[in-house]
């Protein structure tokens, strides 16, 4: 057993129990974006959520995000809880209000780097009107969507993401209705950047993240990850590993995909991969381009609220 004594940036100390050895060991990267003292976490053994924030900090470290110039929005739900584990400045806002939150943080010191972090459930249907907007304005936020099929917080109902024929506490004998198939709607909508991995791709969901926050506009990445407890448990998935073997087995990347074909089913192919990556004026840019063609020298660039 060993106690940790002197945490710096690259190295932690620790005594070993007896007091007789000191012993130096690398210390995790991504423990300084980590609020230490809250953890234990409350998320359930084998759960994805924490694989996806692993994922989430190191690409912050990688693409060399400016800590200072950084926040990161959450609704409400296990997903929801990932802003209160960051070690940056961060909000835990109300359920489905992450984004419209998200916009306004945006709009008020355009220099920052907003993340909204949530689940599926959280994003696509109670918040789900903001999504379409957010996505139609191309608002310069980035999107981090956990989809883990099902309100897992509340007791695992069945949400717009559920597959068809899967079992959750509202769908004893298996969910009748369609889901919703993120990346195609959100295409739709208007977003720059669409990728979608799971928590068995870590490395390539680190690769995405790192490339959303290069990116202008507004991007949503979503994760499909396990909940062992409320969804794995009553869908043949006891264990989180057990969902985690699925997803290597079933997910599939092919050359030039669409996201209409990225639809999931029950027993069917995930599709993975990144979608879509386009230039389109963010929703800032059209306004000041709007209001100065019509206002001419009359127009006073916004350069914020707060700068
Ligand atoms: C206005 C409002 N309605 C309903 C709830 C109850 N509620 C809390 S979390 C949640 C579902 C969250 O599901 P999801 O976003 O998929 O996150 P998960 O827990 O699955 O990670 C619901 C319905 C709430 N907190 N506030
Ligand atoms: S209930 Fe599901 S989503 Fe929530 S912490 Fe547990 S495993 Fe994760």
């Not at 780097?113 to 996505?135: C, E, F, M, P, R």
């Not at 004998?173 to 295409?187: R, S």
């Not at 990850?225 to 006891?238: E, F, I, K, M, V």
């Amino acid at each position: 057993m060993t106690e940790s004594v002197v945490t710096d940036h690259t190295k932690q100390e620790t005594i070993s129990a007896d007091q007789n050895r000191v012993e130096l060991c690398e210390k995790n990267p991504a423990e300084d974006f980590l609020r230490m003292d809250r953890i234990p976490h409350i998320w359930c053994p084998g759960c994805g959520i924490g694989t996806s924030v692993n994922a989430f900090v190191r690409a912050l470290i990688e693409a060399k995000v400016d800590r200072s110039k950084l926040c990161v929005v959450s609704g409400i739900g296990c997903s929801g809880r990932v802003s209160g584990y960051l070690n940056v400045d961060a909000f835990h806002t109300t359920h489905g209000r992450a984004i419209p939150f998200a916009t306004g943080l945006k709009l008020a010191n355009p220099e920052l780097t907003v993340v909204v972090y949530s689940g599926d459930g959280d994003l696509s249907a109670i918040g789900g009107n903001h999504l379409v907007h957010a996505a139609r304005r191309n608002i310069d936020i980035k999107v981090v969507c956990v989809n883990n099929f099902i309100y897992s917080m509340t007791g695992g109902q069945a949400a717009p993401t559920t597959p068809m024929g899967t079992i959750a506490s509202t769908a004893p004998y298996g969910f009748c209705e369609y889901a919703l198939n993120l990346p195609h709607f959100v295409e739709a909508c208007g977003a720059t950047y669409i990728a979608r991995w799971t928590t068995f791709h870590v490395r390539q969901l680190q690769k995405s993240m790192q490339e959303s926050f290069a990116k202008k506009g507004f991007t949503f990445i979503e994760v499909i990850a396990p909940c062992p407890t409320l969804y794995g448990r009553r869908n043949q998935y006891r264990q989180g590993v057990d969902e985690m073997k699925m997803f290597k087995e079933v997910s599939r990347r092919e050359k030039d995909i669409e996201t209409r074909d990225a639809e999931i089913k029950p027993g069917e192919k995930i599709v993975i991969g990144k979608f879509v990556d386009r230039e389109r004026e963010t929703w800032l840019e059209s306004m000041q381009h709007h209001y100065k063609e019509v206002l001419g020298d009359a127009y006073y660039p916004y350069t914020g609220a707060m700068i």
